[in-house]
Nanobody, 123 residues
Framework: VQLQASGGGLVRPGGSLTLSCSPS????????AAWFRQRLGKEREFVAA????????DYANSVKGRFTISRDIDKNTVYLHTNNLKPEDTAIYYC?????????????????WGQGTLVTVSS
């Protein structure tokens, strides 16, 4: 099973995109799902996470108030709704899941990854 991320593209500053993440096959089973991003020349960084119940959400300070993570169990999909995008949001965005009951906002704690989708914010 792999995760498939989609929805990236070119958008102007201030614009919006919705990223989606679904499994290649079968149901998406996780304790928590998250989005990370990797900017050119930088390490992969945490963006947002949500638990399976949808009762807990966590965001990086840099995206609070602009990004929203959600999940649709019936559609077997996790979303990242991005608003008021800035040039510094330009990155490859990856979705990931973990079965750990206790996890940090670190790529090392997430074991299943997607291939990434490129978001470019430019005028």
């Amino acid at each position: 099973v792999q995760l498939q991320a989609s929805g990236g593209g070119l958008v102007r500053p201030g614009g919006s995109l919705t990223l989606s993440c679904s499994p290649s096959e079968g149901p998406l089973d996780y304790v928590a799902a998250a989005w990370f991003r990797q900017r050119l020349g930088k390490e992969r960084e945490f963006v947002a996470a949500i638990n399976w119940r949808g009762s807990s959400r966590d965001y990086a300070n840099s995206v609070k108030g602009r990004f929203t993570i959600s999940r649709d169990i019936d559609k077997n999909t996790v979303y990242l709704h991005t608003n008021n995008l800035k040039p510094e949001d330009t990155a490859i965005y990856y979705c990931a899941t973990t079965l750990r009951q206790i996890y940090r906002d670190s790529p090392a704690d997430f074991n299943l990854w997607g291939q990434g989708t490129l978001v470019t914010v430019s005028s």
